[in-house]
């Protein structure tokens, strides 16, 4: 059982150009959603995390979107650059920042 | 202050043989944790160590696979018997408290292919 949805699978976007990806959750317990950024060959990082009591987060040109009562979250990337260019993948844990269900990843790749 | 440290980066192993895969935590970090990436898919979550305690394996494979944090040294994931379904990416991290006010630091990574 996938816990965590994540689309899209792949998303190419121009530079400048705004990059959304979604994540649907089932786990009404989660409490805690964070992003991470991989790129190849090297592991995950956290790039920012949002709690289910705000519905926006926005650090920089990335900003998460919550939406509790669809069970859905989005990172919209703003003035995408090529640097850009990676894996993202949402996940969501219940109280910790160890025990995450990851969705599956998007390749994000972004044209100069 | 180095990063998490994982190695080999890269591990052939034969059907059957066994599989040693070592991490050490960022300086200061006592809390480590052992992921699981299969080929097209996120990060599974296997197991949570302290020295010299298993807190958390609830998401470790019933057979073959063991995990220990030491006193001394590197946190090691050990895999018995390999099988080609164990090919995959072994990521760990690591935090100095648990809680998600803390940030858990990936290190890059072990790919281990069974042939």
């Known amino acids: 059982q996938q816990q965590v949805k994540q689309s899209p699978q792949s998303l190419i976007v121009q530079k400048g150009g705004i990059s959304i990806i979604n994540c649907a959750y089932e786990?009404?317990?989660?409490?805690?959603f964070p992003w991470y950024q991989q790129f190849p060959g090297k592991g995950p990082a956290l790039l920012i995390a949002?709690?289910?009591?705000?519905s926006e987060k926005k650090e920089g040109r990335f900003t998460i979107s919550f939406n509790k009562s669809a069970k859905q979250f989005s990172l919209h990337i703003m003035d995408s650059q090529p640097g850009d260019s990676a894996t993202y993948f949402c996940a969501a844990s219940r109280g910790s920042n160890y025990k995450l269900t990851f969705g599956k990843g998007t390749l994000l790749t972004v044209n100069p | 202050n180095a990063g998490v440290m994982q190695n080999p980066r890269h591990l052939v192993r034969r059907r059957g043989q066994e599989a040693r895969l070592r991490c050490s935590p960022m300086?200061?970090?006592?809390?480590v944790y052992w992921y699981r990436q299969l080929p097209e898919e996120g990060l599974k979550f296997m197991v949570y160590l302290q020295k010299e305690n298993i807190i958390d394996e609830s998401g470790m494979p019933k057979e073959r696979f063991s995990a220990e944090f030491p006193k001394e040294g590197p946190s090691i994931l050990r895999i018995q018997q390999v099988v080609r379904g164990d090919s995959a990416a072994y990521f760990c991290?690591?935090?100095?408290?648990?809680?998600?006010?803390?940030?858990?630091?990936f290190g890059q990574g072990t790919r281990l292919t069974v042939v």
């Open positions: 949002i709690r289910p009591d705000v």
């Open positions: 786990n009404t317990a989660f409490d805690y």
């Open positions: 300086k200061g970090h006592s809390h």
């Open positions: 991290a690591s935090s100095s408290m648990t809680g998600t006010n803390t940030e858990a630091f």
